[in-house]
């Protein structure tokens, strides 16, 4: 089973992470939420507490396939801010490892110059700080071992995104029909 990790922090847009982590959990691959803040409560950017599975500092990245990072602010601001998961975002790109974000939280890739010669996209607006990136205005851009996605009303094709990288188009299709989805 593929294993992903989703980082919140204070912050965090909650419909872009919650969204990802149920559709990643009805679909059998695993998800675990991690706090970068110290504890394990983590409130969103409008005031929605959610209580992460793991903290940082004690989570395990061996068997993590892919790094996610939702938007919100400040959250992504403050996933910027945090040097280690930075150093493990680097190393995870380095190792070809896969990678995803969504709203603003792209423009952390985009800072650390993993977007160069890349397609991604972004939330309006946060478009400066994709450096080197080819940016589209698609709903969600896949480019690589990179994914990225727009915004909130993009939650969900951007979860279905993640799902199709692990267990193909034909699951995708399956999950967008079982939760009523239509693009």
């Given at each position: ?8 922090a ?73 040097v ?46 994709l ?6 205005t ?46």
């Amino acid at each position: 089973m593929a294993n992903t990790a989703i980082f919140l922090a204070n912050g965090f847009e909650e419909i872009e992470a919650l969204t990802v982590v149920d559709i990643l959990r009805r679909a059998q691959i695993g998800i675990t939420t991690v706090s970068i803040t110290g504890s394990k409560s983590v409130e969103g950017s409008h005031g929605i507490k959610v209580e992460a599975d793991e903290i940082f500092d004690n989570y395990e990245f061996g068997n993590t396939d892919m790094i996610i990072l939702p938007g919100g602010m400040p959250g992504t601001k403050n996933l910027d801010a945090c040097v280690p998961l930075k150093n493990k975002i680097e190393e995870f790109n380095n190792s070809g490892k896969m990678l995803a974000a969504i709203c603003a939280a792209p423009t952390v890739y985009g800072k650390m110059g993993l977007l160069n010669g890349k397609r991604a996209c972004c939330y309006p607006g946060c478009e400066g700080d994709l450096l080197g990136a080819s940016v589209t205005t698609d709903p969600v851009t896949k480019d690589g071992n990179i994914i990225t996605s727009r915004g909130m009303g993009t939650a969900i094709e951007f979860a279905l995104a993640i799902l199709e990288n692990f267990k193909g188009k034909e699951a995708a299709q399956q999950m967008a029909k079982a939760i009523v989805y239509e693009a």
